[in-house]
């Protein structure tokens, strides 16, 4: 599977980000997706995953604001992004899981065997 992210751009804080990833190959859906977020000096973190099933996952601290979604019939995973804060700020990677028991090991870098290039987002105060 190879994946692209786009979407990322400059946006002020309280505004709206809509995150978009294409996925190559005929499986996608029988794959757990997410999405990682990296910011300068930081380790790159869990903010949303999705299971093949369509079962959601959500950082704490962008419960409420973002939203993970799929479209299986264009082998794409958006990541809505609401209400953000300039602490949103970092470059953002969507990753895809072949098969894992997603429920308990979405949140680990480690369970993804793909990840796309990465998007900048930049939330300005």
């Known amino acids: 599977v190879q994946l692209q992210a786009s979407g990322g751009g400059l946006v002020q804080a309280g505004g709206s980000l809509r995150l978009s990833c294409a996925a190559s190959?005929?499986?996608?859906?029988?794959?757990?997706m997410g999405w990682f977020r990296q910011a300068p000096g930081k380790e790159r973190d869990f903010v949303a995953g999705i299971s093949w099933s369509g079962s959601t996952y959500y950082a704490d601290s962008v419960k409420g604001r973002f939203t993970i979604s799929r479209d299986n019939a264009k082998n794409a995973v958006y990541l809505q992004m609401n209400s953000l804060k300039p602490e949103d700020t970092a470059v953002y990677y969507c990753a895809a899981d072949r098969a894992s028991s997603y429920s308990s090991s979405y949140y680990y870098r480690n369970t993804y065997d793909y990840w796309g290039q990465g998007t900048q987002v930049t939330v300005s105060s």
């Open positions: 190959g005929r499986t996608f859906s029988n794959y757990n």
